[in-house]
């Protein structure tokens, strides 16, 4: 599975953004697909997954309320909404698939990971 991030930007405080994480060769439907962020300096940390039937989804406490992961019909493409961006949401974000459930939030867990997008909020 090949997975590509795209959808990142400059955006002011309060903005929003959406994030795509298309894969190539297979469908996510038997995936935990996830979202991992960056920031310069500190260690990557887990964001969001959504289980490959969709019905399940994690976030981080910082998240809460205010990112929405999801995955199209097709579960070909997975998405990160992300509203009311602050500038400590400023990072370069990784989507990640997994084949097993389980440790959804680890990075090291995951099989396959896509190359990062920048999302930059300005104060």
């Known amino acids: 599975v090949q997975l590509q991030a795209s959808g990142g930007g400059l955006v002011q405080t309060g903005g929003s953004l959406r994030l795509s994480c298309a894969a190539s060769?297979?469908?996510?439907?038997?995936?935990?697909v996830g979202w991992f962020r960056q920031a310069p300096g500190k260690e990557r940390e887990f964001v969001a997954a959504?289980?490959?039937?969709?019905?399940?989804?994690y976030y981080a406490d910082f998240v809460k309320g205010r990112f929405t992961i999801s995955t199209d019909s097709a579960k070909s493409t997975m998405y990160l909404q992300m509203n009311s961006l602050k500038p400590e949401d400023t990072a370069v974000y990784y989507c990640a698939a997994k084949v097993y459930p389980g440790n959804y939030y680890d990075w090291g867990r995951y099989d396959y990971r896509g190359q990062g997008t920048q999302v930059t909020v300005s104060s």
């Open positions: 060769g297979r469908t996510f439907r038997t995936y935990v």
């Open positions: 959504i289980s490959g039937s969709g019905s399940s989804t």
